[in-house]
Nanobody, 121 residues
């Protein structure tokens, strides 16, 4: 069982940066792939990024490649999403997820409550 709590969302101008954090509880945190997803109003939940258990392998959704970076610190039970060169279309609720693998949100068992990111033009 893993419990996830996201933080770091907010309002930022286009071109700016934000760093999201996801703090996890649970003894087996370090064994999970951790994923980030986002969902805008009226849209599907989209894959953003994921990172393997050791932090040695990361993969990204096409729309964020080159702008976003996912990382994790297993000693702190935390996963991060550094978001640079933000665009208005990045505006969404961002969710941290665990217990799955890959880019399909239906594969993930554990979810945080989400944090709102709003990018103004």
């Amino acid at each position: 069982q893993v419990q996830l709590v996201e933080s770091g969302g907010g309002l930022v101008q286009a071109g700016g940066s934000l760093r999201l954090s996801c703090a996890a509880s649970g003894r087996t945190f370090s064994s999970y792939v951790l994923g980030w997803f986002r969902q805008a109003p009226g849209k599907e939940r989209d894959f953003v990024a994921a990172i393997n258990w050791s932090g040695s392998y990361m993969y990204y959704g096409d729309s964020v490649k080159g702008r976003f970076t996912v990382s994790r610190d297993n000693a702190k039970n935390t996963v991060y999403l550094q978001m640079n060169s933000l665009k208005p279309e990045d505006s969404a609720v961002y969710y941290c997820a665990a217990g799955g693998v890959g880019s399909r949100h239906t594969d993930y068992a554990y979810w945080g409550q989400g944090t709102q990111v709003t990018v103004s033009s």
